[in-house]
């Protein structure tokens, strides 16, 4: 009875951001629980190439997330002709880093865009056929920048406090349809976003030191929390951001 409750079979889950890095990784954890993944991103061909890497059915779904009338009819057209998306996981995402006092403003809209407005788009989006249904999972994507901040950030840090902010509006407004909707924030993961990080031996010595689990973390980490989120194990867990992040914002 209990490990049946983590079982994703019959469900279907759209990840936006999913050709690479934790995208990725969520989609292929998904698929074990028993999930049927529907994989998003703007570049097709970046898409198709995942795809191949997935056995079973999955479902390839193309369209600009900052777009609101792209991700209206994507979204729309997969409901009328595949079927319902029961689990959403919004996780496109970006990150400039430059000191606040140069950012450009153009690196700032686009964060805007790519990191909160995307959530809001596809999240009412695929909310308005779950609200239909009674039931559904949004999972939204945060970081451990939605607690913390770091020197040469300041906008990414302000996009991902939106997202739990957000992520709370979404489970005040739809919890009463049958809606679960929680945030999941990474720490710091190996990554095609943090490739200069990683890369960069004073920033990883640093982060050990200040990580109580003192390494990076493998995005394979995140998949547990993700499908917790995703199934039944998860029903009265609401408007919350779960932290996996090597116990970073628990310490100083």
């Known amino acids: 009875m209990s490990l049946s409750l983590f079982d994703l079979n019959g469900r279907r889950a759209l990840?936006?951001?999913?050709?690479?890095?934790?995208?990725?990784?969520?989609?292929?954890?998904?698929?074990?629980?028993?999930?049927?993944?529907?994989?998003?991103?703007?570049?097709?061909?970046?898409?198709?190439?995942?795809?191949?890497?997935?056995?079973?059915?999955?479902?390839?779904?193309?369209?600009?997330?900052?777009?609101?009338?792209?991700?209206?009819?994507?979204?729309?057209?997969?409901?009328?002709?595949?079927g319902a998306?029961?689990?959403?996981?919004?996780?496109?995402?970006?990150?400039?880093?430059?000191?606040?006092?140069?950012?450009?403003?153009?690196?700032?809209?686009?964060?805007?865009?790519?990191?909160?407005?995307?959530?809001f788009h596809v999240g009412q989006a695929c909310a308005r056929h779950m609200i239909k249904r009674g039931q559904g999972k949004i999972i939204n994507i945060a970081s451990v920048q939605t607690a913390l901040a770091r020197p040469g950030i300041a906008p990414y840090t302000m996009t991902k406090g939106a997202v739990a902010n957000l992520t709370k509006g979404m489970a005040t407004d739809w919890a009463k349809y049958g809606l679960q909707c929680n945030g999941l924030a990474p720490g710091y993961f190996d990554t095609p976003l943090n490739a200069a990080l990683v890369a960069d031996p004073e920033f990883s010595a640093w982060l050990e030191?200040?990580?109580?689990?003192?390494?990076?973390?493998?995005?394979?980490?995140?998949?547990?929390?993700?499908?917790?989120?995703?199934?039944?194990?998860?029903?009265?867990?609401?408007?919350?951001?779960?932290?996996v992040d090597g116990g970073i914002t628990a310490s100083l």
């Not at 996780?91 to 450009?104: C, I, K, S, V, Y």
């Not at 390494?215 to 779960?242: D, K, M, P, Q």
Request: glycine residues 10%; aromatic residues 8%.
């Open 15 to 82: 990840i936006t951001g999913s050709s690479q890095g934790i995208g990725f990784a969520l989609a292929k954890g998904l698929q074990a629980a028993g999930a049927e993944i529907v994989l998003n991103g703007r570049d097709t061909a970046k898409l198709n190439a995942a795809q191949a890497q997935f056995e079973g059915t999955t479902h390839v779904l193309p369209f600009d997330a900052t777009d609101h009338d792209a991700v209206r009819a994507a979204v729309d057209g997969f409901e009328a002709e595949t």
């Open 85 to 119: 998306i029961d689990i959403l996981v919004n996780n496109a995402g970006m990150q400039h880093r430059t000191p606040l006092e140069d950012f450009p403003a153009d690196a700032f809209e686009r964060l805007m865009q790519t990191n909160i407005a995307s959530v």
């Open 209 to 243: 030191k200040r990580t109580p689990a003192g390494r990076w973390g493998n995005v394979n980490e995140l998949v547990g929390t993700c499908i917790f989120l995703a199934s039944a194990a998860s029903s009265f867990v609401n408007g919350t951001t779960v932290f």
